[in-house]
């Protein structure tokens, strides 16, 4: 397996997700004491649930369908609520579902509005 060790907070997906889509993305991250632990998103979930190794987070219902969004995900926030531990990298991402991926990329601080070209929305997790 191939570990990416990004260290930028922000994660973006640029997707386009149909309507009734199920969709999860799985982050995996290293905290600062070295260890792996993975936190969850997916439509398919009714709650949260925090185990010591992984978290699980309902995706928001109202993400728009059939448009180009950046869906962006605060991952150092995201360990902090799941984990209380401070976030290092972000070693691997899945995306799974139905949907059209553009972009993966990641920012140092959170995306505006104005930084989007093409009439992208940003969509803030």
């Known amino acids: 397996?191939?570990?990416?060790?990004?260290?930028?907070?922000?994660?973006?997906?640029?997707?386009?997700?149909?309507?009734?889509?199920?969709?999860?993305?799985?982050?995996g991250v290293l905290d600062t004491n070295g260890t792996r632990r993975r936190v969850v998103m997916s439509s398919a979930f009714r709650g949260a649930v925090v185990h010591q190794l992984h978290a699980q987070v309902?995706?928001?219902?109202?993400?728009?369908?059939?448009?180009?969004l950046n869906w962006c995900f605060d991952?150092?926030?995201?360990?902090?609520?799941?984990?209380?531990?401070?976030?290092?990298?972000?070693?691997s991402i899945c995306l799974s579902g139905t949907c059209k991926l553009r972009r993966v990329f990641t920012m140092k601080e959170p995306?505006?509005?104005?930084?989007?070209?093409?009439?992208?929305?940003?969509?803030n997790v």
């Open 1 to 27: 397996m191939y570990i990416v060790g990004l260290t930028q907070r922000y994660l973006v997906l640029q997707v386009s997700i149909p309507a009734a889509a199920a969709i999860s993305v799985e982050v």
């Open 58 to 68: 309902r995706k928001a219902a109202l993400i728009p369908c059939y448009v180009w």
């Open 75 to 91: 991952v150092a926030a995201l360990v902090d609520a799941s984990f209380a531990t401070t976030f290092r990298t972000i070693d």
């Open 111 to 123: 995306p505006i509005p104005s930084d989007h070209p093409f009439g992208t929305t940003i969509y």
